[in-house]
């Protein structure tokens, strides 16, 4: 144990090192460019490539990462670049701009490693064929075949695991999106309206209610999952014990139910909407309490009644709290894997429960198929994309009805 | 006081139903929790029972002991530990700066990264996730915390930025330009003054960035697949997996990772979800 | 000590000029008091003064060294801003010797610099306080200590006053002066409010819609305004105008318009280019007389209605009707009011100006 933490302790400092290289190498690219304006190209080129040229030396000395040739044909461009950069600035230089950039530019690099870079990786995946089969020679000598569309003509007429298929996917997750925003907005909206009222206890309440959402997922997940167990969870103890004392309703249909494995998209659901909830419920509790209390008292002078208050002041100004959270929230279920992974992922585990994106996790993890994936993950963006178009262009429409 | 006295019954009833669906409302939130507590403190030999008593006969804490002493929880733990500090630590300090010059700068390209941050919250985590797999297997980081670092560093950095960017802009600038005439340099004003003054966003964001990757699964379950480096999360779906055997030890084990989480996160919740709410409301 | 030169400095944001062609130079040792409505451009030329604007294009010069591309840091020059800019999380004592660390003098000379300056100010009791635990005076007075210590070449004030209740601004208001004469130091100080301007300035620049239109003493500002706005600015209650036009009878010259015909016992400027019938003329309320006076150079009679009476104690405020102008006269409160009456206008201290231009024409 004690030489584990020295070395993941060595390991951890490598990593922070490694950052604070990068980082310093950007700024050091940037202060040199802002600063030398009026000078030629060359001198800051040269400055900044060498911490780079440092770290490449490091990377290859260390270890496996890069082979000296790679590091050599990374530095050329890296210098081309430079060159070109560098005239450019030379015209285009605005010394006050350094430090805007500089602050900035550590945090976006990474943003463009991490988020934008795969992103087109993934399209090159998708045009090309990675599988299991082609991993090894890849990962040696970097070559794929390409393939075209095969990959995109394969998401709408092949299972992306074993049986389903993409349109049941897409009607599922669909549904699955729809209902479980329904019963957060419900929900939450409900709840948050009984805590809105001025009685004992309430910070009490509140806290006990945001449990779910306060709870590690995956343990919340996991211990609910739990209590769908067909033989040792509650509902289906209670199930049993109820059936057992009313013998009544049993023979109106009641009985223990395969939770796992026969119900396993409303299992996951219903898991679902109770996690979720009380996330809303924050947002919406919060919405209310900013509603000043005024504009009531002068509905109550006007003679309105309670559903008129709450139709006509209390939904008009929730509706600046209420539409991000209610976006927010659709994008968040509509991506996500963990609810469904978390119950149905292990091995034997059934396909009736997945939606888009857990398919998606499956077919790349599970079954393998990533350039398969890519493809079909390249169609779920676009999916996502078109729908978010449509709904600011209805969100903007119904603004306008309001303003 | 007339006026009181007559609304006084209806208003009684009124508020008992309130009572009633709000304990109702916690029992269902809480009862999971409760059940967890309930398993674990279970002795050996009747961990699988139908029985729903939350304290159960003859409550033992060998489960603890043995989720301790039989399995890697504490390693898991330890691993846990290190990717996420790490992970936040890079993330805070990319955030704090970023988040400044978006506040303080009028630079071509600042309403576009603004925008390209939020954007980012619109792509599907699971859609990068086999690029980056790949990146991170190509440079051979599997089943490292390097790895898992980079994997992480970046996913809650756009949020970060948001949340610091709000923050700063609540700071009156000529606490700057007052720091600037006395002689500091511009980055020197934000590092000495506006620094020390955003602490409460910075312990947000902080905060965030840890829950996130604390709490993490599904990319853990891709990059790590050496025992010895799992996390906890990926450490408990273990245990849970092999339902019957180590039920009590799963129970254990969740508990004394959410007892901790749960304090932080109820002491926290309020600014969080401000801080949710503010950066989608402004974007 | 410093002076300060502006030549021909611009301001532009985007396509709109701000300020243009400012011309203007400080004197070492002067109190100078730029003052205007806002938007006039007078906090933005202070910030440029101070580094925290960008200059686009003429000088600035302090000690004939042109600091338009020094970072403020470096112009040794000090400033109290309108909201004090304390630093919430230093202590009153750390706020005031912020500056003297960050150039690393050494601690027995920050201490002593940070005593005498709580001395002179007292505020030595609140040297372990934060800001928030203090009053806004109490507040005002750390931030120009913090200026003090600093012993900079120029003080820069952005409307340090303009937080403050009426009674306290009065009080800091002698404070500043008897500090100006103590420190004997060039001071720039930005404003809105004319009183403030006449009482502390050794010169004042009035300021607006970006150009500077008069520099002088308060009592040159006062008695001779270049123009209509310098006019209507300075002074409290504010000058009557009347528009008219000017006729030479004979030898003689007349303003007329439809309620007067006065004399005007002056000649106008040489060269002075305006139009004559369309000219305004300009008395200050106490420059209106209801009743003869042999000690003043009084004009001819003009015949008014009263619209309304205050009292003010010691004064009494009279609106009049005059024609289709409408006039203020400040008389003593025992002055008996009817519904009309006669005034004479005081013809040393009345001005004509072009109606067009503004410009003043005698």
């Not at chain 2, 500091?184 to 947000?204: D, E, H, K, M, N």
Request: net charge positive.
């Amino acid at each position: 144990m004690n030489s584990q933490v020295l070395l993941s302790l060595l390991e951890v400092l490598q990593m922070v090192g490694f950052v604070a290289f990068v980082t310093l190498w950007i700024e050091a690219y940037l202060y040199v460019h802002f600063n030398f304006p009026k000078k030629s190209w060359f001198l800051p080129a040269v400055l900044s490539v060498v911490p780079f040229a440092v770290l490449l030396l490091v990377l290859v000395a260390v270890g496996p990462v890069i082979t000296v040739g790679q590091a050599v044909n990374i530095y050329l461009y890296s210098l081309l670049a430079e060159a070109l950069l560098s005239s450019f600035f030379r015209y285009k230089g605005d010394k006050k701009l350094a430090l805007p950039y500089m602050l900035i530019m550590p945090g976006f690099v990474g943003l463009a490693l991490l988020i934008a870079y795969p992103l087109v990786f993934e399209v090159y995946l998708a045009f090309h064929d990675l599988k299991l089969t082609t991993l090894k020679v890849w990962s040696e000598t970097g070559y794929l075949p390409f393939v075209n569309f095969e990959h995109f003509y394969d998401v709408f007429t092949k299972s992306p695991l074993s049986e389903v298929s993409f349109w049941q996917l897409l009607g599922r997750t669909l549904w699955w999106t729809v209902v479980n925003v329904f019963f957060h907005v419900a929900g939450g909206l409900a709840l948050a309206l009984l805590l809105n009222n001025e009685i004992r206890l309430r910070g009490l309440y509140r806290t006990l209610l945001v449990i779910p959402w306060a709870m590690p997922c995956v343990v919340a997940v996991l211990a609910m999952r739990g209590e769908f167990h067909s033989e040792y969870g509650f509902i289906n103890i209670m199930i049993g014990r109820l059936t057992d004392a009313f013998p009544m309703l049993a023979q109106l249909g009641m009985h223990k139910v395969q939770w796992l494995s026969q119900h396993a998209f409303l299992t996951c659901t219903i898991i679902n909407v109770w996690l979720g909830i009380p996330f809303m419920m924050v947002v919406i509790l919060g919405g209310l309490q900013s509603i000043p209390k005024s504009y009531y008292e002068a509905a109550s002078i006007d003679g309105a009644s309670r559903f008129q208050k709450f139709r006509h002041v209390t939904l008009p100004l929730l509706r600046p709290v209420l539409a991000p959270a209610v976006t927010l929230g659709t994008v968040w279920t509509f991506n996500n894997i963990n609810v469904i992974y978390l119950v149905t992922g292990q091995s034997g585990g059934t396909e009736e429960a997945d939606i888009l994106v857990s398919a998606l996790y499956k077919a790349a993890f599970t079954f393998n198929r990533f350039s398969y994936s890519a493809a079909f993950a390249l169609v779920i963006f676009v999916l996502l994309a078109v729908i978010s178009l449509m709904w600011l262009k209805f969100s903007k429409g119904t603004e306008s009805a309001y303003d | 006081m007339t006026e009181l006295r007559r609304s006084t019954p209806r208003f009684k009833w009124g508020i008992f139903a309130v009572h009633a669906a709000l304990i109702l409302a916690c029992v269902i939130n809480i009862y999971p929790l409760l059940r967890i507590i309930s398993v674990s403190l279970r002795p050996g030999n009747r961990l699988i029972s139908t029985d729903l008593a939350l304290i159960p006969d003859g409550a033992t804490l060998l489960s603890y002991v043995s989720v301790i002493k039989n399995t890697n929880f504490l390693l898991w733990l330890w691993n846990s530990l290190i990717i996420t500090v790490a992970t936040s630590l890079i993330g805070v300090i990319l955030a704090s700066t970023a988040g400044y010059a978006f506040s303080r700068f009028r630079f071509p390209g600042n309403k576009l990264g603004l925008t390209l941050l939020l954007g980012t919250q619109m792509i599907p985590a699971g859609m990068l996730l086999l690029p980056l797999f790949l990146m991170v297997m190509k440079l051979g980081l599997i089943n490292t915390y390097l790895g898992m670092v980079i994997a992480y560093s970046v996913s809650s950095l756009p949020f970060s930025i948001w949340i610091l960017k709000g923050y700063y802009d609540t700071v009156p600038r000529s606490l700057e330009e007052a720091a600037m005439v006395d002689g500091t340099t511009q980055f020197g004003a934000f590092y000495r003054i506006v620094l020390p003054l955003s602490t409460p966003a910075l312990a947000i964001a902080f905060l965030f960035n840890f829950t996130a990757a604390w709490n993490e699964y599904l990319v853990a379950r891709v990059i790590l697949s050496n025992s010895a480096k799992y996390t906890w999360t990926l450490g408990l779906f273990e245990l849970q997996g092999q339902f019957i055997t180590q039920w009590g030890m799963f129970a254990a084990g969740s508990v004394l990772i959410t007892i901790p989480v749960l304090m932080v996160f109820l002491y926290s919740s309020k600014w969080l979800v401000s801080g949710l709410t503010l950066g989608s409301v402004k974007g | 000590m410093a002076s300060v030169t502006f030549s021909n400095v611009k301001k532009i944001y985007g396509d709109n000029e701000v300020l243009h062609k400012v011309n203007l130079e400080i004197q070492d040792k002067e109190f100078l008091i730029l003052v205007g409505p806002s938007g006039c451009g007078k906090s933005t030329l202070l910030r440029m003064l101070a580094g925290l604007e960008e200059i686009s294009s003429g000088e600035i010069a302090i000690d004939g060294q042109v600091v338009n591309d020094l970072p403020p840091r470096d112009r040794q020059l000090a400033m109290v801003f309108q909201d004090y800019a304390l630093y919430p999380h230093m202590t009153v004592e750390e706020n005031m010797s912020f500056g003297l660390r960050i150039r690393k003098l050494p601690q027995e000379e920050i201490d002593s610099r940070v005593m005498d300056a709580a001395n002179t100010l007292q505020i030595q009791k609140f040297l372990k306080r934060k800001p928030r635990q203090l009053s806004g005076g109490q507040r005002q007075r750390v931030a120009i200590g913090r200026a003090i210590v600093r012993k900079p070449k120029v003080f820069l004030f952005d409307e340090p006053l303009s937080n403050l209740d009426a009674k306290l601004r009065e009080e800091m208001r002698v404070e500043l002066a008897k500090l100006h004469k103590k420190l004997g130091a060039t001071m720039v100080y930005v404003t809105h409010d004319q009183v403030e301007a006449m009482t502390l300035a050794s010169r004042i620049a009035v300021m607006h819609a970006g150009y500077i239109q008069q520099i002088g003493t308060p009592i040159e500002v006062y008695s001779r305004p270049d123009n209509i706005f310098v006019a209507g600015f300075i002074g409290s209650p504010t000058m009557n105008f009347m528009d008219g036009s000017l006729e030479t009878e004979g030898e003689l010259l007349y303003f007329k318009n439809e309620a007067m015909k006065l004399r005007v016992p002056f000649p106008l400027c040489e060269g002075a280019e305006f139009d004559r019938n369309a000219v305004v003329l300009g008395v200050r309320p106490e420059d209106v007389y209801t009743e003869r006076k042999l000690d003043k150079n009084l004009g001819d009679m003009v015949r008014a209605k009263v619209e309304v009476v205050e009292l003010l104690g010691h004064r009494k405020n009279v609106y009049l009707e005059c024609g289709k102008s409408r006039l203020l006269a400040t008389v003593p409160a025992l002055f008996k009011t009817e519904e009309a009456m006669f005034l004479w206008f005081d013809m040393d201290r009345v001005h004509l100006f072009d109606k067009a231009s503004g410009k003043r024409i005698c």
